[in-house]
């Protein structure tokens, strides 16, 4: 009853028994009382007319609840309706708001006790302003400003709502308002400031009130990065600010201000005022933290003012130094000062936070660079001129006088260089190929995850190190043979001064001169193997013998150019291989492939000194070799003596070495097929089964290495692995059939089914390495037609592999139109029944989802006469299927659906069946691309969305499309052609979806899209300020719209640093591995 009476709102609402309902909501009775008193308010809430309760609910409310509440259904309307309301109730609830600030803010006492509610209101008056100002609030600021006049505390909640106005403006607007109505609030901001700044210098020199100044220099925080440079430089501000910033209780918001200050940067206007800013600062911050002062102990022992000040710290000279170094070091007497703030930032770098690291090592990483480039492009001045900020034109004479001016800034921070190494090394971030760590109980243990910050830190740290090392290779190598020789006569032993020196020297790598690097690296490589010998204890040597793979692993070219220590290091690897520590065996397996994949030329040819190539020395001895190794460790092994085999030319030594190498598994496999042969039960014993994965996955990972050249071992074992594969799947689907649904979660079926993915995994590989031979092709296609094929649909749901679709999939690509013929059987045998699995919900078979679309991606693109040939039934199926695919919110099924459809659209678009595919599907797919499009969930499959939606615009403008689109038995009005039908029907459409835009909003953005479907980054940005207008990407993060931007700037990075040696590690680069 009391429902009904709340939901009643043709009469003011019974607040007493809102309050009621608000607190049931927040109280502690039972589940079912929360439950209603929920659903009650999610009605109110959601009733168009509740608003205007609001203000009644106000004045008659003393629970804070139920005044959030009252507030949360006002900011709703503000946000989405507030246009649309008449004047009158504008104007009304603006001044509301307006005069309850006001009375609450106007005595200390309610201002401090309704703090929280002043705050919310403050957030509502801002929204208001949003909408209101400057077109229908002129006043909006002088009205401010005076009220800020009439008393202390209003002052005080004037700052505040400033504060939240420039953060609205400009810190949130993106995505929030259209570009027109942010530059609009910017510039009137901008012209009115001089209010604002007027009210903020005279609270700074009159008041005396710790809250008003701190609410002040917080919003002028707010307000410094963007307002007029005038009225920063011209007026007594900095003067201001510096005086506040030897005062304990103002020093962190002063600093905060003077960092926003020291990030402007417009050219050389006011570097007067910049370096007089820097000096005072500089003598002020002496006298209250000493560049003596241990900073890092300062920093573990301070209280959080404290440590926040040292944060703030790092914040002023990373911004002071990004934009204003040149001012400084270009005058004698101004030097001094700047080499004290360089090092006040390298004591600062050591402190133990990963944030105030993060933001030096950013900020050296930018240094170290601008220095490196200089000096990398001393070569070419005219480069140089523009790195070292010189705008003149260019004199040939100029030159030497560049080059000179070069190596003076070269010097000048050479001292800071250095220092900056010994951070480097020392803080040096832990690589990914390290699986070895220190867990938090001080042991040594393989490491479970990986930590994607500290691999980011490890990226920009091993880059800063690669420039520093180019500016100074011999302070680079002196520095670390100096910690290595200390590590040696233990002076500075400890695991982690081992692990970041290491972990330095291996990210060098490339940066040297290789005569250089091959003398540095013999030093290295014999002080570690001797630190390996004389420490004792199993935790120390696992971290030695960790770090000796490391730095072994970074260095393929001098191990390529030295066999003697390149058999050293794989015997040591080798030795390493029985060492049952944890992580160990893991990381020997590891970086032996890591070597072999960058030398394998070096161990298939008779070194000097040898009887036999390494591999067969190899072969020889690998049962011992890999006595103690792990199933999964073997398998990395094998795939690196793959490698080896690979790079041998003569194919009968191929062959004969591929023999010796599979002979152990071979026998294995022979043993039980031949027990298989008297009973077929032998192969259900569990331990068998195990056996058999063992086998086949040992196989994969040499069919991985050796793709063609595997040919004569798949084929010895590929008829009788078909026979297996059908009696396991055969057995698996017996026990799903009797056992019911439990029945695929028993440990004996997950091991059957293992078996068989790995089967399918095996000939996958194969086929996909193998060179593109059609006669492999025909010797293994066919006999998997029945045997796969056929199993996949005659099985039980739950018992169908999703490997079965990938398969074919890399199948149809490998061999693409020669498999045309095969595809109606594929369809037969995949299609019906997979789809029946897949599209109950989004959930269930995740991983048939993904490749059942691959398998169809791959058919559209090589087969699509096959498509062509589908029943009009059967294509629907596909198109739906499609649709069902980019509907899906898992980002890899989605963007596979997009992929697809587009596929298939331009291809029908090209066929004879252009007009009558694209009648049957043009409107469905428009409507179903506009509703992923508009949806916040979809928002990564942005990039395709814009493309598909630019193929149908293009198309109906071509002329490919003879035909209307429109059926003319149910639209009584012909259209002139397909293009005006099409603007018709998207305008109704969007009208429909958006009633919270106007006909005319609609009715231009179609027109834009009509108008920049050929210049596809207009067409882009049209669909972007879009869906900010429909308010369906609002208050978000909206980076995906922005994806493929992004894209395009990390390919000209990578093109970069490939041009700078040792910046991308030899590891990654694609090299002729004979050199």
């Known amino acids: ?185 910017k510039q009137s901001l901008n012209s009115e400031f001089q209010l604002i700044h007027e009210l903020c210098l005279y609270v700074l020199s009159v008041s005396q ?11 002028l925080h707010a307000y410094l990065s963007w307002i007029p440079l005038g009225y920063i430089f011209e007026s007594p501000l900095l003067e201001t600010l510096l005086k506040f910033f030897p005062l304990p209780a103002y020093r962190n918001l002063t600093l905060q201000c003077l960092t926003e200050v020291a990030a402007l940067n417009f050219g050389d206007f006011y570097n007067v005022q910049y ?83 993060k933001v030096c090592l950013d900020y050296w990483n930018s240094l170290v660079l601008e220095l490196f480039d200089a000096h990398h492009n001393a070569d070419n001045p005219a480069v140089t001129a523009s790195l070292m900020g010189l705008q003149m034109p260019f004199l040939p004479n100029m030159a030497d006088g560049l080059g000179c001016q070069v190596m003076q800034r070269r010097q000048l921070y050479a001292g800071s260089m250095s220092k900056l190494r010994g951070l480097m ?224 030319s003569d194919p009968q030594k191929r062959d004969e070495y591929l023999q010796r190498l599979m002979a152990l598994p071979n026998q294995k496999w022979t043993e039980i097929i031949g027990q298989a042969r008297q009973s077929v039960d032998f192969l259900k014993d569990q331990d068998v089964i195990r056996t058999v994965q063992n086998i086949l996955q040992t196989n994969t990972s040499v069919a991985n290495s050796l793709g063609t050249y595997f040919l004569s071992q798949i084929s010895l074992i590929f008829l009788d692995m078909l026979n297996v594969y059908r009696m396991y799947s055969e057995l698996v689907s017996s026990s799903i059939a009797g056992g019911g649904p439990y029945a695929s979660r028993t440990s004996f079926v997950k091991l059957l089914r293992s078996v068989k993915r790995e089967t399918l995994k095996l000939i996958e590989t194969f086929l996909d390495k193998a060179e593109d031979q059609p006669h492999i092709g025909k010797q293994f296609v066919p006999p998997m037609m029945d045997s796969v094929l056929g199993d996949y649909a005659r099985n039980v749901p739950d018992a169908r592999e999703s490997e079965v679709l990938s398969l074919f999939a890399t199948i149809i690509n490998k061999y693409k139109a020669a498999m045309l013929d095969d595809v109606p059987r594929i369809f037969e045998a995949v299609f019906q029944c997979t789809l029946e699995m897949i ?59 997009l992929n697809l459809l587009l596929e298939m659209l331009k291809n029908f678009q090209a066929s004879e069946f252009c007009n009558q595919f694209y009648r049957t599907y043009f409107m469905q797919i428009e409507q179903e691309i506009f509703a992923v499009l508009t949806d916040t969930f979809h928002k990564p499959g942005f990039k395709l969305h814009v493309l598909v939606l630019q193929h149908l615009f293009c198309l109906v403008e071509s002329g490919s499309l003879t035909e209307p689109l429109w059926d003319a038995a149910t639209v009584p009005y012909p259209y002139p052609n397909n293009a005006a039908f099409v603007r018709e029907y998207t305008i109704k459409l969007l009208s429909t979806s958006f009633p919270n835009m106007t006909a005319a909003e609609v009715t231009q953005f179609v027109n834009g899209l009509f108008e920049s479907r050929n210049d596809l980054s207009m067409f882009k940005n049209n669909i972007r300020d879009f869906l900010v207008q429909s308010k369906e990407f609002s208050a978000q993060d909206n980076k995906d719209l922005y994806a493929e931007e992004a894209a395009a700037q990390r390919e000209r990075e990578r093109q970069r640093m490939l041009s700078i040696p040792g910046l991308i590690a030899p590891n990654e680069i694609q090299d002729d591995m004979d050199s």
């Open 839 to 897: 599209t109950k919900n989004f959930e269930d078979y995740p991983e048939h989802r993904l490749k059942f679309f691959s398998l169809l991606r791959a058919i559209a693109t090589f087969c699509f006469p096959a498509l062509i040939r589908l029943s009009s039934q059967q294509l629907k199926l596909v198109t739906d299927s499609i649709i069902w695919a980019f509907r899906h919110t898992e980002r890899n099924i989605a963007e596979t659906g």
């Open 275 to 357: 370096v007089k800013m820097y000096n005072v600062f500089m003598s002020q911050l002496q006298a209250i933290l000493p560049l003596t002062t241990n900073i890092p102990d300062a920093y573990a022992n301070g209280s959080s003012e404290e440590q926040a000040f040292i944060q703030n710290l790092a914040l002023f000279f990373t911004s002071f130094f990004k934009f204003h170094i040149r001012v400084l070091e270009s005058a004698p007497e101004n030097v001094s000062a700047l080499l004290a703030g360089l090092e006040y930032l390298i004591n600062v770098s050591y402190v133990e936070d990963t944030e105030v690291f």
């Open 209 to 219: 009130r710790p809250e008003l100044i701190r609410a002040t220099l917080s919003s």
């Open 1 to 185: 009853m009391a429902a009904e009476k709340l939901r009643d709102l043709s009469q003011p609402i019974d607040v007493a028994l809102l309050d009621a309902t608000v607190a049931a909501f927040y109280g502690t009775g039972s589940k079912e009382e929360r439950a209603a008193a929920d659903h009650i308010l999610r009605d109110l809430q959601a009733n168009p007319d509740m608003w205007l309760q609001v203000v009644h609910i106000l004045q008659n409310t003393k629970n804070m609840n139920t005044k959030f509440f009252a507030l949360q259904v006002l900011e709703g309307v503000i946000k989405y309706r507030w246009n649309a309301l008449p004047v009158e109730q504008r104007d009304g609830m603006k001044n509301y708001i307006s005069e309850v600030i006001v009375q609450l803010s106007s005595n200390d006492a309610s201002f401090r006790s309704e703090r929280l509610y002043v705050n919310k209101l403050n957030i509502i008056l801002v929204q208001i302003v949003k909408h209101e100002w400057p077109a229908r609030w002129r006043s909006f600021i002088p009205d401010l400003v005076a009220a800020a006049k009439t008393s202390e505390t209003i002052c005080e909640n004037c700052m505040a709502i400033l504060k939240l106005l420039s953060e609205e403006v400009f810190d949130f607007s993106r995505g929030e308002m259209t570009q027109q109505k942010i530059k609009e609030l």
């Open 425 to 648: 090394i020392s803080r040096m971030a832990k690589p990914e190929e390290v699986l070895i760590v220190e867990d938090e109980n001080g042991n040594i243990v393989r490491e479970t995850m990986k930590d994607n910050d500290v691999l980011v830190q490890y990226k920009i740290m091993r880059e800063t190190l690669i420039y520093l090392s180019h500016l100074d290779h011999d302070d680079t190598e002196k520095q670390m043979l100096r910690k290595l020789s200390k590590q040696l006569s233990g002076e500075e032993w400890t695991w982690n001064n081992l692990n970041t020196l290491c972990w330095a020297i291996g990210s060098i790598s490339g940066s040297m001169a290789e005569e250089q690097e091959n003398r540095f690296l013999v030093m290295v490589i014999r002080d570690l193997l001797n630190l390996c010998e004389i420490t004792k204890g199993k935790d120390n040597k696992a971290v030695i013998a960790s770090n000796i793979m490391y730095v072994v692993g970074q260095y393929p070219r001098f191990l390529r150019a030295h066999w003697k220590f390149l058999k050293t290091v794989v015997n040591k690897l080798f030795e390493f291989m029985h060492e049952t520590h944890p992580g160990v065996q893991d990381m020997a397996c590891d970086t032996f492939l890591k070597i072999v994949q960058k030398c394998k030329r070096k161990f298939v040819i008779v070194q000097v000194g040898e009887s036999e190539p390494f591999v067969s020395e190899l072969l020889s001895g690998l049962a011992t070799t890999v006595a103690d190794l792990e199933p999964h460790q073997i398998h990395t092994f094998y795939e690196a003596v793959g490698q080896m085999i690979q790079a041998e």
